[in-house]
């Protein structure tokens, strides 16, 4: 079973949004270590962009393990994104 190219990609338009879903991944990780206090929209923000845009890839190069990896990063991301809205993610 393939995953369907839904959104009509090149390969090579596929590899560039793969890259920028790889680059949002790794500033947030770096921007969490780097910061003392980081904020946590622009962390779970990012790593939300980063599993969309390596999810959207991964639709022209299928790797099932990767999209489901992608999948649980995403919802991880929109956990840490409630909880923020909520104020439940506050440090006292």
Known sequence: MTI???FGLAPHTADYI????????????AYIVGVE????????GAN????????????VHTNKASMVLE?????????GLAKAALGKGKKT
């Open 4 to 6: 369907p190219n839904i």
């Open 37 to 44: 206090k980081p904020n946590p929209y622009i962390q779970h």
């Open 18 to 29: 793969g890259f920028a879903g790889m680059a949002c991944i790794i500033i947030a990780y």
């Open 71 to 79: 999948a649980f990063w995403a919802a991880i991301a929109i956990w």
């Open 48 to 59: 939300l962009l980063g599993a969309i845009l390596l999810a959207i890839s991964l639709t």
